[in-house]
Nanobody, 120 residues
Framework: QVQLVESGGGLAQPGGSLRLSCAAS????????MGWYRQEPGKQREVVAT???????RYADSVKGRFTISRDNAKKMVYLQMSNLKPEDTAVYYC??????????????WGQGTQVTVSS
């Protein structure tokens, strides 16, 4: 019943910005780590940024200083503000969340993905 839905992807110019959003819904007791991953065709999915329930963040070296991850625990949402975009950022971006649905039950959940294309 738990679902993650991303939005905000699209086309941007090099040096431009996009803001991705992800909303979690369903029978949720608690959400631990949330994050954003991306995947180019023919390549493995890679982590972009993560954020704990307490707000601690980590970033891939390739996006440090350009991307900012944040979350709103009350709204059960996570965001990725992407600035100074580069063509190398082009990928499908996936929302991730480690969600507890019961006292002793938790699992990894993924969104459907949203395309980000950076091109002149």
């Amino acid at each position: 019943q738990v679902q993650l839905v991303e939005s905000g992807g699209g086309l941007a110019q090099p040096g431009g910005s996009l803001r991705l959003s992800c909303a979690a819904s369903g029978s949720i007791r608690a959400i631990d780590v949330m994050g954003w991953y991306r995947q180019e065709p023919g390549k493995q999915r890679e982590v972009v940024a993560t954020i704990t329930d307490g707000g601690s963040t980590r970033y891939a070296d390739s996006v440090k200083g350009r991307f900012t991850i944040s979350r709103d625990n009350a709204k059960k949402m996570v965001y990725l503000q992407m600035s100074n975009l580069k063509p190398e950022d082009t990928a499908v971006y996936y929302c991730y969340a480690d969600i507890a649905t019961g006292w002793l039950t938790r699992d990894d959940y993924w969104g459907q993905g949203t395309q980000v294309t950076v091109s002149s």
